[in-house]
């Protein structure tokens, strides 16, 4: 029987993550998590081939239906939710059913939100697919989908009853999503731990090889540093913003792209980059640490800079639009050193808009139609 690798303590909602090679067909994991007969799988054409068949055999002691979507950011529309709603009307699923999200992030927002939102809420199961959904998206209870005009816009709370992350199903992942869900490996050693960020620099030739004992580790002490920020601000009312860090700037490149085009965790990755050199230009960070930043993205093969059609404006109208905005006032996630980020909303906004202006310089701008 399989034991969970950690806890997300949460009091009455409180639920295990289970984080190994060979569970994504264990029977026995499932029963335990699933309420009444109605299950509903929700994957995507892409995950679909390799798992959808094996999990339908494992719950075929079950009611068990699929619905298999269109793969990628651009789906995480209300639309797409819509559909699910009514493929859980036409096959009469109570309040007693659970949603099982059989995916990546994308499936997992927008399988969260349907959990969340029918009949007011049913109990769904995290079923992480990428290596971006097993170290971050399917813990923590943040589900929804995409506005035309934010990411992330629309959503609710909903915690999972449980997370099933097999490291096996990584090796099925294309290169580029891989490399994409390792920005959030290393945003996690930048925030509040300088050591596994070195070792994340040690380890990523292991890592981008898909070395299952490196892979593992890096799984599991991501969830276990989200795990323990989600339990101690479940509700994103201080510390949990930390784990913005990047993602400010990343929705504002992810938008002004079209949804898709740039994979969040390369507009993350480039986003880690601008939030370190506005941390340089306001005295906050070490010149040397943003060289050393870059090195481990450039390894990874992921971008540094932002896309050469955006223009730092177009940055600062969809930024001025996030989440993290309240009464006018952005919260950014800046940074002193590796592994010591920090929320700050009295920075000065022009120092903010001369490093945009230099770090966009030359762009001819993606939104001049559609602002
Ligand atoms: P993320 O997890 O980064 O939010 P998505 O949910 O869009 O991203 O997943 C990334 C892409 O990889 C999608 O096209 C999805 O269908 C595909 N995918 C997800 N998991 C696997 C897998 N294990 N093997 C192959 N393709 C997968
Ligand atoms: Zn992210």
């Known amino acids: 029987m399989t034991e969970p690798a950690l806890t997300v303590d949460l009091g009455e909602r409180s639920y295990p993550l289970y984080i ?24 995507d054409e892409n995950t679909a081939p390799h798992y959808l068949p094996a999990l339908q055999e494992t719950l075929s002691g079950f009611n068990c239906n699929r619905l298999v979507l269109p793969p990628g950011e651009s789906q995480k529309t209300l639309d797409t939710v819509a559909s699910i709603y009514d493929q859980l009307m036409r096959d009469r699923f109570d309040r007693n059913s659970t949603l099982i999200a059989l995916g990546g992030g994308v499936v997992g927002d927008i399988c969260g939100f349907a959990a969340a939102t029918y009949q007011r809420g049913v109990r ?5 697919t990428t290596l971006l959904a097993q170290v971050d998206s399917s813990v923590g209870g943040k589900t929804g989908v995409n506005h035309p005009l934010g990411k992330n816009m629309i959503g609710a709370f909903h915690q999972p009853a449980c997370v099933i992350a097999d490291m096996d199903t990584l090796t099925t992942l294309p290169a580029r999503e891989l490399k994409a869900g390792l920005a959030e490996v290393i945003k996690y050693g930048l925030i509040d731990d300088a050591e596994f960020f070195q070792w994340v620099d040690k380890n990523l030739s292991g890592l981008l090889s898909l070395e299952a004992t490196s892979l593992r580790q890096a799984v599991a002490h991501c969830c276990e540093n989200k795990a323990r920020i989600v339990a101690s ?35 993350i990755a480039a986003g880690m980059c601008l939030a370190a050199q506005f941390s340089i230009a306001l005295g906050q960070l070490p010149e040397p ?49 590796i592994g010591r980020a920090f929320l700050s909303t009295d920075y000065d906004r022009s120092i903010l808009e001369h490093t945009l202006d230099s770090a966009f310089s030359g762009a001819a701008g993606c939104l001049s139609e559609n602002e």
């Open 20 to 43: 190994d090679s060979q569970i994504i067909s264990s029977e026995s994991l499932y029963r335990k998590h699933i309420s009444g007969r109605n299950v509903l799988i929700v994957t």
């Open 124 to 128: 769904f199961v995290q079923v992480p």
């Open 233 to 267: 601000d479940e509700r994103e009312k201080g510390k949990r913003a930390l784990l913005n860090l990047g993602h400010t700037f990343g929705h504002a490149i992810e938008n002004a792209c079209g949804y898709g085009v740039w994979l969040h965790g390369e507009a």
């Open 289 to 337: 640490d943003l060289a050393i930043i870059k090195s481990v993205f450039q390894r990874a093969d992921l971008p540094v800079q932002p896309p050469a059609e955006m223009t730092a404006q177009d940055c600062l109208n969809l930024m001025s639009r996030d989440k993290k905005v309240k009464d006018n006032i952005l919260t950014l996630v800046l940074m002193k050193g």
